[in-house]
């Protein structure tokens, strides 16, 4: 099955400086990329994806990027702000299985 | 309005008791799913359900069941409850559509944390 690894696993990043947040997939079949961001007791909610015929994606200050070939991608956060601080996971699967296996969470903290 | 729901929020018992957590969506999805979420906050997921079939079984004791009477419920009934059981429980659904195109989002429920004392 599908194992995804990321890392940092905490991170902490000066105001209005970039975060990068990486992550790797073991399964070749994958297609399907989401980002997902939890504030403290919250529920996980979708920030951004990408699927896998395209190799970069933006969103006004965040970003991912995919490389198929190394099987790995990236959240990019620019300009952060106090209320990026959360935790963040990526996530992979592929069409005609369901099944979302989730990266084991970088906790990001913002300095102002 | 909410999309995903859960019932309670909150669920503290005492070991060895049966409890149930309950899900409702209103985005006429066809997929759920049950999501285990540790101390360590690693997001596992449990089952799911396509219009009410179950499609994804992990390794979980057979003392969790899920249930799902209609495509927009998917309740999580637990017996005999342990120590370790205790974490937060999310809810998530999804559209599979035929093409499985724009099937690949889940939204996730407010997540019920089940304390066992």
């Known amino acids: 099955g599908e194992n995804v690894e990321q890392h940092p696993s905490t991170l902490s990043v000066q105001e209005g400086d970039s975060a990068v947040i990486k992550c790797t997939y073991s399964d070749s079949a994958s297609n399907y990329f989401p980002w997902y961001k939890q504030e403290l007791g919250k529920r996980p909610q979708l920030i951004i994806d990408?699927?896998?015929?395209?190799g970069e994606k933006k969103d006004q200050r965040i970003a991912v990027t995919l490389n198929k070939t190394a099987k790995h991608f990236s959240l990019h956060i620019t300009e952060t702000q106090p209320e990026d601080s959360a935790v963040y996971f990526c996530a992979a699967k592929y069409f005609g299985n369901e099944k979302l296996t989730f990266g084991t969470g970088t906790r990001l903290t913002i300095i102002p | 309005d909410t999309a995903v729901s859960q019932t309670p929020k909150y669920l503290v018992t005492q070991m060895g008791n049966d409890k149930s957590i309950k899900c409702e969506q209103n985005?006429?999805?066809?997929?759920m799913y049950w999501y285990k979420q540790d101390s360590k906050k690693f997001l596992k997921i449990m089952f799911s359900y396509n219009n009410k079939e179950l499609i994804i079984n992990e390794t979980v004791p057979n003392r969790f069941s899920p249930k799902s009477p209609d495509k927009a419920h998917l309740n999580l009934h637990i017996n005999s409850l342990e120590l370790g059981d205790s974490a937060v429980y999310f809810c998530?659904?999804?559209?599979?559509?035929?093409?499985?195109?724009?099937?690949?989002?889940?939204?996730f429920g407010p997540g019920t944390r089940l304390t066992v004392l």
């Open positions: 998530a659904s999804s559209q599979v559509s035929l093409r499985r195109v724009h099937s690949d989002t889940q939204y």
């Open positions: 985005l006429g999805h066809d997929t």
């Open positions: 990408i699927r896998s015929n395209v």
